[in-house]
């Protein structure tokens, strides 16, 4: 999606802000996704392949993981989100800033 909307501002002659604007919080947003995504592997995996252990026991270790996971990236949630609602609409400011 985000390489949809690029090649459109490519053709629109606004790649330059437009990338710099997204590059802001995109890095770490779609980072953070990604590692969420994670966490709900972690979920499924105790629930799918117990081992030795009782499905419940897999299932409440491996949602231990995953809340420890989900909680390192809420920080980070908040980064991007800060920088998008504050950063992001100052589209005028030079590319060192």
């Known amino acids: 999606m985000v390489g949809a909307f690029q090649y459109f501002f490519i053709q629109q002659g606004l790649f330059k802000v ?3 604007s997204i590059l802001l919080h995109c890095t770490i947003e779609i980072s953070s996704i990604i590692l969420a995504g994670a966490a709900g592997i ?4 105790g629930l799918l392949f117990p081992k030795t252990l009782k499905r419940g026991q897999a299932f409440q270790l491996s949602a231990k993981r995953g809340i420890k996971i989900m909680a390192g990236i809420i920080p980070l949630f908040v980064i991007a989100g800060f920088i998008e609602g504050f950063l992001t ?5 030079s590319e060192f800033i």
């Open 18 to 20: 437009s990338f710099l």
């Open 42 to 45: 972690a979920l499924g995996r």
């Open 89 to 93: 609409r100052v589209s005028g400011a």
